[in-house]
């Protein structure tokens, strides 16, 4: 991939010359597009230049069926903002440079973002400030004024009403179109969220829609990027906040949300920070409605490699790995667990 | 006598590990032989219990159905529930043909649920305590030791 790296960055950097691409890597994860590391080195106006790049590029098939153009939007919408996001560089929508749509943006250097570094020994005096700084960051993606931004001009916002609903319908159809057996479990969570809707929220605001621990890049001094936006849209901010407390990413398995903090304090620092009181009601309603989503997820990508679109073993890795355990929450999340 | 399954997948996910592993120089091949371990160590176990599971639930959904037939009131359903329970047994152990029967079963299960919700009555509401018991132990029957639940 290298040449046709350098030479589509030839073409994006006016004056550059002698374009030399190196440490190409893939980076693990990616569920909904391939993530890859590159530097780039040239020369512009008689001086050396170098950067280092993540290349967001369109898999054959994925565990999100995302759209490329919509990520990319909620990212420059949020650079110069108080979230911090890498850097949005270049986007394709065509093949023709590297043979799929891609995005390309800055790199932040010396971060990490696993969901397992986090419990080393080495963060333990940062932990609660960075759990802290997670729920503060929520409550500056709610309270950012999307109205005039990249945002607007590639999503329509729902009304207050339709929020739940909006979402709902989506997650309903990706189990309708993708799954490979009966889900009798999640459709009688389909059904009681339909039977019992929640209020509409106070203000329909950016909902990141992905927003857990694994998903920023930390350092000891604190976070540094909230990356993984491919399933950002307008809607209840209640979203993100149940999202975040999914049992599915209790790494540490003793309860505490993404395995850095407990929930009742999670919730005071996300008020605090943002001026709300949480429903805690609506917040269930958006708990068991995240069991159903993160089913969804997990049967788009039975579905990929069953089908033979992927061969990426992660599809199935996370069929036989999480479609039961995400029944089980579900059913726990409708006090109908063990 | 040759080596079981579950033993030589379990046999080939060790050896990719010990084996192969410290040979990987890429972040995402080991992410894939990671991945190749941990698939074999579960396809071991569903390889054993597959057809053990999936006969024990027929059963137990075909019974739960049966039960329902008389608290649901719609005829069309009636109907489906009566060509499901008529015969109770399995007559093809593949576990394809057993996966298929399990598949009809625990959709016209999601039908006779949503149906069960909204009849009133004390025996709708027993019938409906039955299927979430039922919902439950499909996710015990479905459960790996490795991984993360």
Same mark, same amino acid.
């Given at each position: 991939?290298?040449?046709?790296?350098?030479?589509?960055?030839?073409?994006?950097?006016?004056?550059?010359?002698? +374009? !030399?691409?190196?440490?190409? $890597?893939?980076?693990? *994860?990616? &569920?909904?597009? @391939?993530?890859?590391?590159?530097? %780039?080195?040239?020369?512009?106006?008689?001086?050396?230049?170098?950067?280092?790049?993540?290349?967001?590029?369109?898999?054959?098939?994925?565990?999100?069926?995302?759209?490329?153009?919509?990520?990319?939007?909620?990212?420059?919408?949020?650079?110069?903002?108080?979230?911090?996001?890498?850097?949005?560089?270049?986007?394709?929508?065509?093949?023709?440079?590297?043979?799929?749509?891609?995005?390309?943006?800055?790199?932040?250097?010396?971060?990490?973002?696993?969901?397992?570094?986090?419990?080393?020994?080495?963060?333990?005096?940062?932990?609660?400030?960075?759990?802290?700084?997670?729920?503060?960051? +929520? !409550?500056?993606?709610?309270? $950012?004024?999307?109205? *005039?931004? &990249?945002?607007? @001009?590639?999503?329509?916002?729902? %009304?207050?009403?339709?929020?739940?609903?909006?979402?709902?319908?989506?997650?309903?159809?990706?189990?309708?179109?993708?799954?490979?057996?009966?889900?009798?479990?999640?459709?009688?969570?389909?059904?009681?969220?339909?039977?019992?809707?929640?209020?509409?929220?106070?203000?329909?605001?950016?909902?990141?829609?992905?927003?857990?621990?694994?998903?920023?890049?930390?350092?000891?001094?604190?976070?540094?990027?909230?990356?993984?936006?491919?399933?950002?849209?307008?809607?209840?901010?209640?979203?993100?906040?149940?999202?975040?407390?999914?049992?599915?990413?209790?790494?540490?398995?003793?309860?505490?949300?993404?395995?850095?903090?407990?929930?009742?304090?999670?919730?005071?620092?996300?008020? @605090?920070?943002?001026?709300?009181?949480?429903?805690?009601?609506?917040?269930?309603?958006?708990?068991?409605?995240?069991?159903?989503?993160?089913?969804?997820?997990?049967?788009?990508?039975?579905?990929?490699?069953?089908?033979?679109?992927?061969?990426?073993?992660?599809?199935?890795?996370?069929?036989?790995?999480?479609?039961?355990?995400?029944?089980?929450?579900?059913?726990?999340?409708?006090?109908?667990?063990? | 006598?040759?080596?079981?399954?579950?033993?030589?997948?379990?046999?080939?996910?060790?050896?990719?590990?010990?084996?192969?592993?410290?040979?990987?120089?890429?972040?995402?091949?080991?992410?894939?032989?990671?991945?190749?371990?941990?698939?074999?160590?579960?396809?071991?176990?569903?390889?054993?219990?597959?057809?053990?599971?999936?006969?024990?639930?027929?059963?137990?959904?075909?019974?739960?159905?049966?039960?329902?037939?008389?608290?649901?009131?719609?005829?069309?359903?009636?109907?489906?529930?009566?060509?499901?329970?008529?015969?109770?047994?399995?007559?093809?152990?593949?576990?394809?043909?057993?996966?298929?029967?399990?598949?009809?079963?625990?959709?016209?299960?999601?039908?006779?649920?949503?149906?069960?919700?909204?009849?009133?009555?004390?025996?709708?509401?027993?019938?409906?305590?039955?299927?979430?018991?039922?919902?439950?132990?499909?996710?015990?029957?479905?459960?790996?030791?490795?991984?993360?639940?």
């Amino acid at each position: 991939m290298e040449p046709e790296l350098a030479k589509y960055l030839t073409s994006k950097i006016p004056g550059s010359t002698g +374009m !030399a691409i190196s440490n190409v $890597f893939r980076i693990p *994860g990616g &569920a909904s597009r @391939e993530t890859w590391m590159f530097d %780039a080195a040239w020369e512009e106006n008689g001086e050396s230049r170098s950067e280092a790049f993540i290349l967001r590029k369109d898999p054959p098939a994925s565990l999100l069926a995302s759209q490329r153009e919509l990520e990319y939007a909620f990212y420059r919408a949020f650079e110069d903002s108080g979230v911090p996001v890498p850097r949005m560089r270049w986007i394709e929508n065509g093949s023709e440079a590297l043979g799929a749509p891609f995005f390309i943006m800055e790199r932040i250097l010396g971060c990490d973002s696993n969901t397992t570094r986090i419990q080393d020994a080495e963060y333990a005096p940062v932990r609660d400030a960075i759990a802290r700084r997670m729920y503060e960051i +929520m !409550a500056e993606i709610h309270d $950012f004024d999307w109205k *005039g931004t &990249a945002i607007e @001009e590639v999503l329509a916002p729902p %009304a207050p009403g339709e929020c739940w609903k909006r979402e709902l319908d989506h997650w309903e159809q990706v189990i309708n179109e993708n799954e490979l057996s009966p889900q009798p479990i999640a459709r009688a969570a389909i059904r009681w969220l339909r039977a019992n809707p929640p209020p509409p929220p106070d203000r329909v605001t950016v909902v990141h829609a992905d927003y857990r621990v694994g998903n920023f890049l930390y350092t000891v001094k604190g976070i540094h990027g909230v990356v993984d936006w491919e399933m950002a849209h307008l809607g209840d901010p209640l979203e993100d906040l149940a999202w975040s407390f999914m049992e599915a990413w209790e790494w540490t398995r003793d309860g505490r949300k993404g395995g850095i903090i407990w929930a009742e304090d999670a919730i005071r620092i996300y008020e @605090e920070a943002s001026g709300t009181k949480v429903n805690r009601e609506a917040l269930h309603w958006w708990d068991v409605f995240g069991s159903v989503k993160g089913q969804a997820i997990w049967l788009t990508g039975a579905r990929s490699f069953q089908d033979g679109k992927t061969a990426e073993l992660m599809m199935p890795f996370t069929s036989y790995w999480l479609i039961n355990f995400q029944d089980e929450i579900m059913l726990r999340a409708m006090g109908r667990g063990a | 006598m040759r080596p079981d399954t579950p033993k030589v997948l379990f046999g080939i996910a060790g050896q990719l590990i010990m084996q192969i592993m410290p040979e990987v120089r890429t972040p995402i091949a080991g992410q894939t032989l990671t991945l190749s371990a941990a698939l074999l160590s579960m396809v071991a176990q569903e390889f054993d219990r597959a057809a053990s599971r999936l006969v024990e639930e027929n059963r137990s959904v075909r019974t739960l159905l049966a039960a329902s037939r008389d608290t649901v009131s719609e005829q069309a359903l009636r109907s489906r529930i009566d060509a499901e329970t008529a015969d109770m047994h399995e007559h093809d152990f593949h576990v394809s043909a057993l996966q298929a029967v399990n598949d009809r079963l625990r959709s016209l299960l999601i039908d006779v649920h949503a149906a069960v919700e909204t009849t009133p009555g004390e025996a709708a509401a027993g019938l409906n305590e039955r299927i979430w018991d039922e919902l439950k132990e499909s996710t015990r029957r479905r459960h790996l030791a490795s991984g993360l639940a």
